[in-house]
């Protein structure tokens, strides 16, 4: 008798318990249709452990009230992203829930919510990456892209975000599924401006897009060529490895990548990159010179035989890399730039050695013998920054560089021109 009341009395409390959460969801629902949705927040805060063993039609309607009150804070701009964020999984929580009870009430109306979250929290990364906040930024973009898993490139560029704020471990989580599902990037994306939400939308098909277009719901539409980022991914994957001695496990994540891939040559640079950043120079140079043989003029692998060459201190070696890859585009900037920078590195142990000489006729004579060495270096580098800054009239640095070039050899006519062309 004892025992049958013991049980009795836990029933009673059980039952009570349950009572009072449900009486708790829907005064967060009397909140949130008030507008109150900070305190609708709150409520389900403290009844939200206990929401597993709920009902499905309490626990439905928990993350629905949720998910609203979310993304009506989110419109009032009050932690736009983070609320974004939390709405999508309490909205994702919601149309599990109801897929696995067969009781379907709300997911057809938060399914259409998933659309203008993921614009938002994409919308909201890019100002995020703008400032620097990349943790956040990739965070955002992981979300967006766990709001619809077909739109694989933001995930993509959510591992890219975690490189950029130093979060390794999140960005080699999401490299590894990349390259699980064989993310390639290689295809043709179609965009449009969402007129509404200011979104630029991404369309399966160029057809889809012109019907909004043309309906008017959208604007400037653009078509992007997406180009194999396969060799980037598992060039990070190995190079977060490596960073952090597991070299073993970045020699294998790159040996595998090119038995799936052997035709992918970006691959193959990719290894060789691992051998460069490992400061294994020979291997580097080996490999990088069966991939040229293969693509005699592919410039990126020019100019980065360019790069090792300087690295290895051999300028001489760099400076013809560096004019093979002009030669083969001439408006390949970065070998301008390198070029110049190159012979520059002179200049530094030429102004120590004319600090040390003093005002004897001796050391006078000295002196003018490394100014016009010093000349004919600066003289030397014009051509490749006149180029740079053709191409490129808006980089600040360049044209710094070039206007000091100028200034040392007093050229005043070329500077003052040079100054008054200044587009930055």
Do not use: W
């Amino acid at each position: 008798m004892k025992k049958n009341y013991i049980i009795g009395a836990m029933l009673s409390l059980f039952a009570g318990t349950i009572q009072a959460q449900k009486d708790k969801i829907k005064a967060a629902e009397k909140e949130m249709n008030s507008g109150n949705l900070q305190n609708a927040v709150i409520i389900l805060k403290s009844v939200e452990y206990q929401i597993y063993n709920s009902n499905d039609e309490e626990k439905t309607l928990f993350y629905f009230v949720q998910g609203s009150s979310y993304l009506g804070l989110a419109d009032k701009n009050i932690e736009e992203g983070t609320n974004l964020a939390l709405a999508a999984k309490s909205f994702q929580e919601l149309i599990k829930a109801e897929s696995e009870s067969g009781k379907i009430k709300y997911s057809s109306q938060v399914q259409n919510s998933f659309k203008n979250i993921k614009g938002r929290l994409i919308n909201s990364a890019i100002k995020d990456s703008k400032t620097d906040k990349f943790i956040e930024c990739g965070s955002k973009l992981y979300e967006a892209y766990l709001l619809d898993k077909k739109d694989t490139i933001n995930l993509y560029y959510a591992a890219s975000a975690f490189v950029s704020g130093k979060d390794f471990t999140s960005a080699l989580k999401h490299y590894e599924t990349l390259k699980a599902i064989n993310y390639s990037g290689i295809g043709t994306y179609y965009y449009a401006i969402n007129k509404t939400t200011l979104v630029e939308d991404n369309f399966p098909t160029a057809n889809e897009r012109d019907i909004f277009v043309k309906a008017g719901t959208h604007e400037k539409p653009r078509t992007e060529k997406g180009l194999s980022k396969r060799g980037e991914i598992y060039k990070n994957i190995a190079l977060i490895y490596a960073q952090n001695g597991e070299t073993e496990k970045a020699k294998k994540a790159i040996s595998d990548a090119r038995k799936k891939n052997p035709e992918d040559d970006s691959l193959a640079l990719t290894e060789a990159d691992l051998y460069l950043e490992s400061k294994d120079y020979n291997s580097y140079k080996k490999m990088v010179a069966t991939i040229l043989e293969k693509n005699p003029n592919d410039v990126n692998l020019v100019f980065n035989l360019g790069v090792l060459s300087s690295k290895a201190n051999n300028p001489a070696e760099a400076e013809t890399f560096y004019l093979k890859a002009v030669s083969i585009d001439p408006q390949y900037i970065k070998a301008y730039i390198n070029l110049s920078v190159l012979k520059l590195e002179g200049v530094k142990t030429i102004n120590d050695d004319m600090d040390k000489l003093g005002a004897s006729a001796k050391d006078m004579k000295k002196y003018n013998v490394l100014k016009v060495k010093r000349d004919d270096i600066y003289k030397s580098v014009i051509p490749y920054l006149k180029k740079a800054v053709e191409i490129d009239p808006k980089d600040k640095e360049i044209s710094q560089s070039l206007l000091s070039v100028y200034n040392a050899l007093d050229m005043t006519a070329e500077y003052k021109d040079l100054k008054a062309k200044a587009v930055y």
